[in-house]
């Protein structure tokens, strides 16, 4: 297939998956987008910093199997990293594609360096923006911790109730993601309201919901040797885009990847939460067109 500018949907693994394809004039190695969640979709970066790359770069877009506008897999477990890097491979083998640039946002960016890790040589450069080690505790611990900084009284002194009670740190932290009303997720994720507002705005309007199968799925079947143990193995050349006040993934994660990964740079945001491609637009595409360039 040759690949230009539009919207399509792709059988990869015998899943339709939604893709769209931006910049294909401009020639230049593809950047593909892989989005978060696990089990997002790219309905607001396609509308927000996308096409501001689109301006210099090749950009693809895709929806990860039973993400977003993508087909539902056959079996609500038929999710694994192992599989979702497969429909990586299978999305490049369609388009004819040798080699390709990555991004990718919060859980995206973990599977970006699972696919790096999985085809070394079909990756050239990484951006990772705000990236997560879903697997790890240390983000439980994280997110715990960002809920303190921002809850109202009434939902600190329910989430202290939570955290009291004899349970295993992922059972406390499900429970207080299940007190978090969408004021308080808004403020978990966002510095600026006016910014969060307007995120949350195009969420509804995107008509798109995150069903969690993904994320469940996930988490009953972990890789092996967690990719924490693995990222010294990855050689290439990264940037990781960082808010200094991400609640989500933190500060403390990134810090992590800027030490395992030899080649690999720390660009921290200084007005930006989980969002800096949101938060502070103009600065993570010109950071991200410089690095790729």
């Not at 949350?200 to 079947?221: D, F, I, P, V, Y």
């Amino acid at each position: 297939m040759k690949y230009i500018d539009g919207e399509y949907q792709l059988f990869l693994n015998e899943i339709g998956h939604w893709i769209k394809i931006e910049g294909s004039s401009n020639k230049t190695v593809p950047l593909v987008i892989i989005h978060g969640g696990p089990g997002g979709n790219h309905y607001v970066f396609e509308r927000t910093a996308g096409p501001k790359l689109a301006e210099e770069r090749t950009v693809i877009y895709y929806e990860q199997r039973g993400c977003g506008r993508s087909e539902l897999p056959f079996s609500e477990d038929a999710y694994s990293i192992k599989l979702l890097i497969e429909d990586f491979y299978c999305l490049l083998e369609q388009l004819g594609i040798k080699k390709v640039d990555i991004l990718g946002y919060s859980f995206g960016g973990e599977l970006a360096l699972e696919i790096a890790f999985a085809y070394p040589e079909i990756i050239n450069k990484i951006v990772l923006s705000a990236p997560s080690l879903m697997f790890s505790n240390t983000v439980l611990k994280t997110q715990l911790q960002g809920f303190k900084t921002i809850g109202d009284s009434k939902f600190l002194e329910r989430m202290e109730k939570v955290l009291s009670q004899n349970m295993s740190i992922k059972e406390k932290w499900e429970k207080v993601w299940a007190l978090a009303d969408s004021k308080i997720v808004d403020r978990f994720l966002f510095e600026d309201q006016k910014v969060a507002k307007y995120n949350r705005w195009l969420w509804e309007n995107s008509g798109l919901s995150n069903t969690g199968k993904m994320m469940e799925a996930l988490q009953m079947n972990p890789p092996c040797t967690p990719l924490e143990k693995r990222l010294n193995q990855i050689k290439h050349h990264t940037l990781i885009l960082t808010g200094i006040y991400d609640r989500n993934t933190g500060l403390k994660i990134s810090n992590i990847f800027k030490q395992e990964l030899s080649n690999s740079k720390l660009e921290k945001f200084k007005n930006s939460a989980h969002f800096p491609d949101l938060e502070e637009e103009k600065k993570f595409v010109t950071t991200t067109l410089d690095f790729l360039r």
